[in-house]
């Protein structure tokens, strides 16, 4: 039944009084939390939003199949979620403490009429990073995306703060499991397949008190851009997406980072707040989307949240 001019107009002005996104998320002081890693999304107040209630699919990932790491919460979660409404079958990794997160990823996933896959395991060990990717074709048929999200940060105050076994640990979840699932992915990638890595402003801009972390993004960068010159000739496509400051169980289960801070998490960002996981999770379809970025590879996308960069 069309609508009644009188109902337009009421539907006008509701729309007109509605903040923009970008002025209706959440903004700190939150409550005072900390977690032990590697964190609960389930136990974060404010809980993340990552449902992207006002995104409009397009089905611009139809039957594609996507393995995600750190899937279960945060910007995997997000990214999980809208693949799945654009048609994709995901699978998601994430660490055996994370279940019931990504049992909550898996149900909405699965609401959305796609399959979603749990993977769970330690990905600063090659030989997992190569079973997932071989789990994912064998039990979703193929490989179209990888997105390499998952991610280890704790602040230190000082560099000799930073233990061997803490660098190492940084440095094995956040570049040397990106190195071994791209090297698997290609074994079954083909042409339209995409790569896309979770940079952070910080491998653009640094940070003083995370300097392994900064250091693994910074390398993230480098890799992304030299491995897409590799891949062009191919048809694969690989880019970055270089958040600022989320609101995902990584920062309140960060070691360094007291439960009043986490309260004020992103406040210092030019837009007063941290991002939401869904204000990412689109610009993770967009590099995935070969109709909406084939000519664009190589890239470190910024989604900063107003901080701006030559990098």
Known sequence: ??????????????????PPQMQAEPTPPFQEQHQEGPGLESKLEPRPRYKAQHY?????????????????????RAVAVLYAREGADVAIVYTPEEQSDAEETRQVVEAAGRRCLLVAGDV??????????ERTVRELGKLDILVSNAAHQNRKKKLDEVTDDEFDRTFRTNVYAYFWLARAALRHMKPGSAIIATSSE???????????????????????????????????????????????????????????KVAEFGSESPMGRPAQPEELAPSYVFLASDADSSYITGIVLQVMGGETTGG
Do not use: H
Request: charge should be neutral.
């Open 1 to 18: 039944m069309a609508k009644s001019s009188q109902q337009q107009a009421d539907m006008g002005r509701s729309a007109a009084v509605m």
């Open 56 to 76: 409009k699919t397009a089905n611009k990932l139809l039957d594609k199949v996507a393995l995600i790491t750190g899937g279960d919460s945060g910007i995997g």
């Open 124 to 133: 600063t060990r090659r030989e997992f990073c190569d079973e997932a990717v």
């Open 202 to 260: 910080t491998g653009i801009m640094g940070s003083k008190e995370l300097p392994d972390y900064s250091a693994t993004k910074g390398a993230i960068n480098a890799f992304t851009k030299t491995l897409s010159m590799e891949l062009i000739e191919r048809g694969i496509r690989v880019n970055a997406v270089a958040p600022g400051p989320v609101w995902t169980p990584l920062n309140p289960s960060d070691a360094g980072l007291p439960a009043d």
